[in-house]
């Protein structure tokens, strides 16, 4: 197993990794509130990127309404404890079930009529919109007023329920990153794997080599929103607060897609560095304008998308691909 | 007032931040927790606000709340507060990070955030970490019974609101010597909005109201066309409307009132829009007449007096409102615990702003008190009316300045 | 329900009126995407660009928006112009999430430049016949929605005469028809995509001051618009002329129907039930030529 | 010598234009059959109708026995159909090795055991070497060779060949033939390939059938066929062999 996930991946970036990997296991003791926080948002991001990666990335179909399976995730396993008192470890079941449907639901009709590019991401955004203005009208999970969850204590850790200090979201968010990524990586070396590559390059070059792209395409939606409801869960837990108008709306769908793209489109690092670098670069801008004292509001975000733009415009497979050829973590031979 | 320079002792980490894009900057940003608390001669008080995105408006609203404050605490005696701002871009992502990094810049109280939904992300973070929050706005009931230690609120909840609209307009109706019959009960489905519909019938139902209501109407608050609404409502042949809602619709809705050649003796709003200067100045006369039931000051109370002419001064044309009000005294509580506490030990702080007892204050009501959860319920509201581009309180009688004009003056004779 | 019938009467031509400004909003999108196959996402955030622009004329100089709907156009084209040679050009043989980025970068750089330089009130403007309406029997129009209705028809009108009467707009659309053919036969195609992007600006930006007689604006209104244009031009058609002003129209009437007939506060749902409808049972959309 | 794949009274038009016209003609099992005419003569309308790109308006496909007419590609090409395209569709964005791996994935439980095959299948075509550059970095003869291998990666009984070799030099050209006529002879692979270039077509298939408007104007033995006078009016007259 483990000889097989380092199957053709070079020795330093298995280094890399692990130096990485250590420090993040170490930044709760490390560092204080305020960076833990935004190394949380950095692990949600390349989370969620991951698994948005999946169906664009890996399968090809741009989803740009993933809003939909993180609010329907976090709605699910936050209603069941709120109303019920159910774990979240046996909500996110149910998170799993609803989502990955509504996912399966979206695939079929749109794979089924031939929906595919931009009729597919428009598609979509409509999904995730009929989701906002469906759930404010939703009462039992208490509509545009909000889902509140109770909040008990911040000292003691019940793991179980998910209630407790933010070290344990970050702990918690970390594991779900390396899992997501393992996941990933052992998919693209898989059958399936395979099989979404070739349908991303040409749907009909797969077709005629004996691949059910419906089918194999209907996999990528249905993990894709299966594995994006979890990060809605945590999200519902960490935040203790839920509004359609928020977890719904399209700008949340477009801020968690940022990541991947910018970190490159199809890769297995891509939403990590994605992430990492949108995050930092949104507070090393605040910082730069506290710094030189410009304090009017939308400054921060007009450097923000002139940075997005010179990165889209200048690598346009994104930061990772270069970045890996930089620090010598291109694909290298797989056979001999 | 500048939080330009505010803290020399993290300027090197901040300045290492603001270089590094790279994980060894990120770790090294930030120092593990605020060692050193120093009993400094001010408070830090980090202030946030959505000042840009969807909410931009009124946190730059509530901002100018902020300005005005230094010059009347020192009017007051009070000690001065070194403010810092965040800005939480209306993201609760955004609201949660900048609360942490103030508290790591050394901010020992936290005020805001307007939003409901930012401000319970703020909540939690003030709560971990031990610093008081007081919140100026946010309405949402539930914010303050979660058994919070350190979190604050001077500002009714929904029932609240409700509770003294009712009350106010009965005391209106009899001064005005009528009543509308009937009435179109409209609200924008958002936090705000569900909040006080769901209380709507139950507290109505402890008054005997002089009017029915005909028709509950809710509309989108992304809503860009209100025609079908107003038709709606007109169609019910109601003679008077019942509001909660916010700026943009509010001046929809009365130019689809006008335009739909439909006056109502009396509109009633029980939140924010209506009154709002953007809304006077938009429709110039034609937004006379309606009144607000809402959260307000009494003008007749000194600090009033005083908030007034520093908004005058800093920012001429804008009359004094509710987020204004309820941001300075927010920072008003602040300064007035940390002069009794005498220190800014967090815990001692927030001990210090359980016993506030402040009656020289702005708000409508006897006065700044907080419940065990951490609520002001002495608090009351005012009603208030649009005349001529100005607006006067006409109840309750103790906190008014003027007498009520009903029924409203029809929008073709203006 | 038992509402009177001209309370229906009264929606429908309401809804109608809007549909159409609506319908030309969403035509510049779908005069962009049929010709240069890149789907604008900062549409919505251009014709806040037009709002502005005209209410900045309203307060200063006191001209009409209807009257600086010209001006407005012509402004936006010349950006939308530069905007495909400058920047959008090297992306059209990008893949669509490349396109997408870019445009997302833009429109957060407009959203914020707007809310820097106009504050983030709403604004409007205040013009002699901003309250007026047409009472016609039982029904009572709106008098700026009428105005703005017919200006849109007739800027509608003039675009498709120059689609199908002057050589230029021939040659796009057999750039549209067939890249590689319009490349052979010597057509300059950049400056042809160009002159197309900058029409479709052009179209939005009066819209937007149309627009502007009818509702207020804030920076942040933009994407609600984009979301909107994307509805309509789906469900029309994308690429189709006349499924822009259509499906501009069937929106609008079906949402303010939707709206009378069951909760206003769901209003949008319908229009993005009726989207879900095209998307899946003709998705090239109402007049769009069948997907290749 | 049975059928292996027969082909009936097969028609398709595209509105209104009659692409093929009630085609029919048989490949017998273990040959190499040669499918030719004029452009536009509706040869790729043809494969693309036993592929199961399009559904036939009329007539039967029949695989070994069985009417695989309407099927899906996939279920196809799962029937034992392999297929290049005329216009070559490599998965651009995955290596060579990568591109044949997902071939011969049809046929093997494993993706080793797919590698190892794809490892084979490159050697014989002679793009071993090339197996680490990506796709979109061949040239089109090379990209024409990768086609035949993706395809003989998922180790079809009949092999339909849309023109490649196309583009081909001569000698390369050579090699491509020898291993046609070697998978044939070794594994007894079946063969349907439409082809312009003439000298393939003749030292490869025993049989050739001759498309003109959509119809079958002949079929036989590639002498016959030649000698043929509707063939030489419409066909090899232009084709000086």
């Known amino acids: ?336 | 007032m500048s939080n330009s320079n505010h803290s020399s002792r993290r300027g090197i980490s901040r300045r290492t931040f603001a270089t590094g894009v790279a994980a060894a900057g990120i770790i090294a940003g930030s120092a593990p927790f605020n060692i050193v608390r120093a009993q400094a001669k001010s408070l830090k008080v980090g202030v946030l606000l959505p000042r840009s995105g969807v909410q931009a408006g009124i946190g730059q609203d509530c901002h100018r709340g902020v300005e005005i404050t230094a010059g009347v605490l020192k009017e007051l005696g009070l000690p001065s507060l070194e403010i810092m701002n965040g800005d939480t871009e209306t993201n609760v992502d955004v609201a949660r990070s900048r609360a942490e990094r103030l508290i790591a810049d050394g901010a020992q109280l936290l005020v805001g955030a307007f939003d409901s939904g930012q401000s319970t992300a703020i909540a939690q973070v003030a709560e971990q970490r031990g610093i008081p929050y007081v919140i100026n706005i946010a309405a949402a009931p539930p914010i303050t019974e979660q058994g919070y230690k350190f979190v604050f609120r001077n500002f009714p909840t929904a029932p609240m609101i409700l509770t003294d609209a009712f009350a106010n307009q009965l005391e209106i109706f009899k001064i005005a010597g009528t009543a509308p019959k009937t009435a179109v009960f409209m609200h924008v489905n958002d936090t705000f909005g569900t909040a006080m519909q769901k209380g709507f019938t139950g507290v109505m139902s402890k008054f005997t109201m002089p009017y029915k209501v005909v028709e509950t109407i809710s509309y989108d608050p992304a809503a860009r066309d209100l025609s079908v609404e107003v038709a709606k409502a007109k169609a019910t042949g109601a003679d008077s409307l019942i509001m909660v809602s916010r700026l943009n619709d509010a001046i929809l809705l009365t130019r689809e009132l006008v335009k739909q050649r439909w006056s109502p003796t009396a509109v009633l709003s029980m939140g924010p829009g209506w009154y709002e200067d953007q809304y006077l100045k938009t429709l110039g006369k034609l937004s006379d007449g309606p009144m607000s039931f809402v959260p307000w000051y009494d003008p007749n109370k000194k600090v009033s007096k005083l908030l007034e002419k520093a908004l005058a001064k800093a920012h001429p044309g804008i009359n004094l409102n509710t987020n204004h009000v309820y941001t300075f005294e927010a920072l008003l509580v602040a300064a007035d615990a940390f002069k009794r506490a005498g220190t800014a030990d967090p815990q001692k702080l927030a001990d210090a702003i359980r016993a506030t007892n402040i009656t020289d204050n702005v708000s409508t009501g006897p006065g700044i008190q907080f419940n065990a959860k951490g609520q002001n319920d002495k608090l009351k509201n005012s009603a208030i009316q649009n005349r001529g581009g100005k607006l006067v309180a006409i109840a309750p009688a103790s906190a008014s300045n003027a007498k009520p004009e009903l029924p409203m003056k029809p929008y073709d004779k203006r | 329900m038992g509402l009177p019938i001209e309370i229906y009467l009264n929606v429908a031509a309401s809804g109608l009126l809007t549909g159409l400004v609506y319908g030309l909003m969403a035509l510049g999108l779908s005069v962009i995407f049929g010709v240069v196959r890149v789907v604008n996402f900062a549409h919505g955030e251009m014709m806040t660009v037009g709002m502005y622009v005209a209410i900045l004329a309203f307060a200063t100089l006191g001209i009409d928006p209807l009257v600086m709907m010209v001006p407005i156009a012509a402004v936006l084209f010349v950006f939308g112009y530069l905007l495909q040679t400058g920047l959008i050009n090297p992306f059209i043989n990008r893949p669509e999430h490349s396109q997408f980025m870019l445009l997302v970068a833009v429109a957060l750089i407009l959203v914020n430049l707007q809310l820097i330089v106009f504050g983030p009130d709403s604004q409007g403007v205040r013009t002699s016949y901003s309250f007026d309406s047409y009472a016609i029997g039982p029904l009572i129009i709106d008098a700026s929605k009428v105005y703005a209705a017919l200006a849109a028809v007739a800027v509608a009108a003039a675009l498709f005469a120059f689609f199908r009467f002057t050589l230029l707009g021939k040659a796009i659309r057999a750039c549209a028809d067939n890249y590689h053919g319009a490349l052979v036969v010597g057509l300059n195609v950049k400056h042809l995509y160009a002159l197309t992007f900058g029409l479709g600006t052009a179209c939005v930006g009066a819209a937007g001051a149309m627009l502007v007689a009818i509702t207020d604006v804030t920076p942040t209104i933009g994407p609600a618009y984009t979301l909107l244009a994307f509805v309509i031009v789906i469900t029309g058609g994308l690429g189709s002329m006349p499924g822009a002003l259509l499906g501009g129209v069937l929106i609008g009437v079906t949402e303010a129907l939707g709206g009378l007939l069951f909760t206003p506060s769901a209003k949008s749902m319908f229009a993005f039930g009726i989207l879900v409808l095209v998307l899946l049972f003709r998705p090239q959309g109402i007049l769009g030529r069948k997907l290749s | 010598m049975t059928a292996f794949l027969q082909i009936d009274n097969l028609s398709k038009s595209f509105s209104g234009l009659k692409a093929v016209q009630d085609v029919s003609f048989t490949v017998p099992k273990g040959e190499i059959v040669g499918l030719i005419g004029p452009n536009g003569a509706g040869k790729t309308t043809c494969f693309n109708l036993i592929a199961g790109v399009y559904k036939p308006d009329q007539g039967t496909v029949t695989l070994g026995g069985r009417s695989i007419g309407g099927w899906r590609p996939d279920q196809i090409c799962l029937a034992g159909v392999g297929r290049t395209f005329q216009i070559v569709k490599p998965f651009a964005g995955l290596s060579v090795l990568e591109n044949v791996i997902v071939g011969a994935l049809k046929a093997s439980p494993s993706v080793t055991e797919a590698r190892g095959k794809a490892k084979s299948v490159l050697e014989r075509l002679g793009l071993w070497h090339k197996r680490n550059q990506q796709a979109s970095e061949l040239t089109l003869p090379e990209r024409k060779r990768l086609e035949v291998a993706r395809a003989l990666a998922t180790e079809p009984q009949i092999l339909l060949l849309d023109e490649v070799m196309a583009g081909l030099r001569p000698t390369e050209m050579d090699t491509m033939v020898s291993v046609f006529r070697e998978l044939n002879a070794s594994s007894g692979l079946t063969i349907l390939m439409i082809e312009h270039v003439m000298r393939a077509v003749m030292s490869l298939s025993k049989k050739v059938v001759v498309l003109n408007y959509g119809q079958v104007i002949a079929a036989g033995t590639p002498d016959e066929v030649t000698r043929d006078p509707a063939v030489l009016e419409c066909y090899l007259g232009e084709e000086a062999l």
Not at chain 1, 129 to 140: L, M, P, V, Y
Not at chain 1, 167 to 182: E, G, R, S, W
Request: hydrophobic share 55%; with cysteine.
């Open chain 1, 1 to 336: 197993m483990i000889r097989h996930l380092l199957d053709g991946v070079p020795r330093r970036g298995i280094a890399l990794l692990l130096v990485l990997l250590a420090i993040l296991l170490a930044a709760p003791y490390l560092v204080g509130g305020y960076v833990l926080s935004v190394l949380f948002l950095i692990l949600y991001f390349a989370y969620v990127g991951q698994a948005w990666n999946i169906m664009m990335g890996f399968a090809g179909q741009l989803s740009l309404g993933h809003s939909l399976y993180v609010g329907l995730g976090a709605y699910a396993a936050a209603a069941l404890y709120v109303h019920f008192g159910i774990s979240p470890w046996i909500g996110l079941g149910a998170s799993i079930i609803i989502s990955g449907f509504a996912g399966a639901v979206i695939g079929f009709l749109a794979f089924r009529f031939g929906v595919s590019g931009v009729y597919f991401a428009i598609l979509t955004i409509a999904f995730a919109e009929f989701a906002r203005i469906g759930f404010d009208h939703f009462a039992w999970v208490s509509g545009s007023s909000g889902l509140f969850l109770p909040v008990e204590n911040y000292t003691e850790n019940d793991f179980w329920n998910l209630r407790g200090s933010p070290a344990m979201f970050y702990y918690l968010m970390l594991a779900m990153t390396v899992a997501a990524f393992l996941l990933c990586h052992l998919l693209l070396k898989s059958r399936v794997g395979y099989y979404w590559l070739a349908i991303r390059e040409s749907p009909e070059a797969a077709q005629a080599l004996g691949i059910n792209i419906f089918k194999y395409k209907m996999y990528a939606v249905v993990l894709s929103a299966a594995m994006t409801s979890l990060a809605g869960v945590v999200f519902a837990f960490y935040y203790n607060n839920l509004f359609p108008e928020q977890i719904f709306h399209i700008s949340r769908s477009i801020e968690l897609i940022l990541g991947p793209i910018i970190g490159g489109v199809g890769t297995l690092v891509g939403p990590l560095v994605g992430a990492f670098l949108l995050t930092a670069l949104a507070e090393g801008l605040r910082e730069l304008m506290l710094q030189i004292g410009v304090e009017v509001p939308g400054v921060k975000q007009v450097f923000y998308g002139f940075c997005l733009l010179w990165v889209v415009m200048f690598l346009p497979d994104g930061v990772w691909p270069p970045l890996a050829r930089l620090l010598g973590l291109h694909k290298t031979e797989r056979e001999d």
